[in-house]
């Protein structure tokens, strides 16, 4: 309680503490008039039952301060909602997409991670967007919660003053790997974290790097979180592993039948800007969603040159 790790935290606790207080009295005073109750009016002291024709002034006073108790809760939840539903216009912006089963977090000089990063003692504003289901953003330190919907707008702010990390995760039940959607917000003094926002805005390779063949795709696939579903190890996730497949004959479900290819470039295109065309058999249509607009031909070039390097089926 009253950890001050976002500037909501105390109007959230103070709301709470509040209800699970008022909660407590009535827990106690209840239990307590009914013991009383079935002690004083058993049969042994009260033999005769009378009949009573009720009281104006209790059913008001019964009224008026439940009425009262819950304006009040009203009233503090409501001032605990409100600023959160108004972004400072100085914030600093990060985009948030959720998709099975990852967070993106962007900002505005491109620099891409999977863990939110933030100065501490800012405003940061984030813009949610999910890609395929509905998926929640919550930070339970920070006592902030918000959807995010495919087609939607929604955003979010906090101001994280105290250095460390938080759990950050998703909290709306979205498939079968749903608790993968754990993450992280790293709160870094200011400086630290100017430093690492200057610093290359894409994980770039070294030439080295880039000379072995694949390295480039594979990037890409972690990148886009391809790596939920596919494994590069001969492992079914979700969907089918890229271990092995390029140039091997596929079983896919076309209009309903089946039929037989030959993975290719241009299969593997087409698996990627739209995945409901064929579908491997085994699996299940609909859980990859498309990539049209998202991946560039080039970027495409890269994971296929990528998928080749991944060798024979064992
Ligand atoms: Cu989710």
């Known amino acids: 309680m009253y950890s001050g790790y976002s500037n909501?935290?105390?109007?959230?606790?103070?709301?709470?503490?509040?209800?699970?207080?008022?909660?407590?009295?009535?827990?106690?005073?209840?239990?307590?008039?009914m013991i009383y109750f079935i002690i004083r009016y058993n049969k042994k002291r009260n033999p005769v039952a009378e009949e009573i024709e009720g009281s104006t002034k209790?059913?008001?006073?019964?009224?008026?301060?439940?009425?009262?108790?819950?304006?009040?809760?009203?009233?503090?939840?409501?001032?605990?909602?409100?600023?959160?539903?108004?972004?400072?216009?100085?914030a600093m912006s990060v985009k948030v997409t959720a998709q099975m089963w990852s967070w993106?977090?962007?900002?505005?000089?491109?620099?891409?991670?999977?863990?939110?990063?933030?100065?501490a003692g800012k405003n940061v504003a984030m813009h949610l967007?999910?890609?395929?289901?509905?998926?929640?953003?919550y930070i339970p330190d920070f006592r902030i919660k918000e959807d995010l919907v495919p087609n939607r707008k929604n955003s979010m702010w906090f101001n994280a003053p105290i250095v460390g990390t938080y759990?950050?995760?998703?909290?709306?039940?979205?498939?079968?790997?749903?608790?993968?959607?754990?993450?992280?917000?790293k709160v870094l003094p200011?400086?630290?974290?100017?430093?690492?926002?200057?610093?290359?805005?894409?994980?770039?390779?070294?030439?080295?790097?880039?000379?072995?063949p694949g390295a480039a795709g594979k990037l890409i696939v972690q990148g886009k979180?391809?790596?939920?579903?596919?494994?590069?190890?001969?492992?079914?996730?979700?969907?089918?592993?890229?271990?092995?497949?390029?140039?091997?004959?596929?079983?896919?479900v076309t209009d309903g039948k089946e039929r037989e290819i030959t993975v290719d470039d241009e299969y593997i295109k087409q698996s990627i800007i739209n995945p409901e065309a064929d579908v491997v058999k085994g699996f299940q249509k609909g859980q990859m969603v498309s990539y049209k607009g998202q991946l560039s031909d080039e970027e495409i070039a890269k994971i296929i040159e990528y998928i080749k390097t991944l060798g024979e089926k064992e």
Not at 11 to 33: H, K, P, R
Request: proline share 4%; glycine share 6%.
């Open 8 to 33: 909501f935290v105390s109007n959230v606790d103070t709301a709470f503490i509040f209800i699970l207080g008022v909660s407590a009295i009535f827990l106690v005073g209840i239990t307590a008039a």
């Open 58 to 90: 209790l059913e008001i006073i019964w009224t008026v301060i439940p009425t009262i108790l819950v304006m009040i809760m009203f009233w503090m939840g409501w001032k605990a909602y409100i600023p959160q539903r108004q972004i400072p216009k100085d």
């Open 104 to 119: 993106r977090f962007e900002y505005d000089n491109g620099r891409v991670t999977d863990t939110l990063i933030v100065p």
């Open 129 to 137: 967007n999910a890609l395929d289901v509905i998926h929640s953003l």
């Open 167 to 185: 759990e950050l995760f998703c909290t709306e039940y979205c498939g079968l790997r749903h608790s993968y959607m754990l993450s992280a917000v």
């Open 190 to 212: 200011e400086a630290e974290f100017n430093a690492w926002y200057a610093a290359s805005a894409q994980p770039k390779l070294d030439s080295a790097a880039a000379a072995v």
């Open 225 to 252: 979180a391809c790596i939920a579903c596919h494994t590069a190890d001969g492992t079914k996730l979700v969907g089918p592993s890229f271990k092995g497949i390029y140039g091997h004959k596929v079983t896919v």
